[in-house]
């Protein structure tokens, strides 16, 4: 059994940071492209950035490049999701997605619990 742990939410102004952490555990034999995402109240899920499992650089969604930086440390099994200059719209809860190998299925689509972040102005 996989799982995704997500910390690192919460209150913060407009204009500072924070870092989102998604811990992976259980039963796998590789993680593959590792994908933050944020839905606004009301709305469906957008994805903000994505990582690959490797080879190519990451891509950022045009709203919110040169701001935040996704990352991966698979000692750790743990992705991150650096996030500077936040503005009141992007409010919402964060998702982590990662796609995990295991012995039984190359990619199988695993998310993490959802992790609430308020911006206020």
């Known amino acids: 059994q996989v799982q995704l742990v997500e910390s690192g939410g919460g209150l913060v102004q407009a204009g500072g940071s924070l870092r989102l952490s998604c811990a992976a555990s259980?039963?796998?034999?590789?993680?593959?492209?590792i994908g933050w995402y944020r839905q606004a109240p009301g709305k469906q899920p957008v994805l903000d950035a994505i990582i690959f499992i490797a080879g190519s650089s990451p891509n950022y969604a045009d709203s919110v490049k040169g701001r935040f930086t996704i990352t991966r440390n698979a000692a750790k099994n743990t992705a991150y999701l650096q996030k500077n200059s936040l503005k009141a719209e992007e409010t919402g809860v964060y998702y982590c997605n990662e796609l995990i190998g295991t012995l039984i299925v190359c990619n199988k689509e695993y998310w993490g619990q959802g992790n609430q972040i308020f911006v206020s102005t």
């Open positions: 259980g039963t796998f034999s590789n993680i593959n492209d």
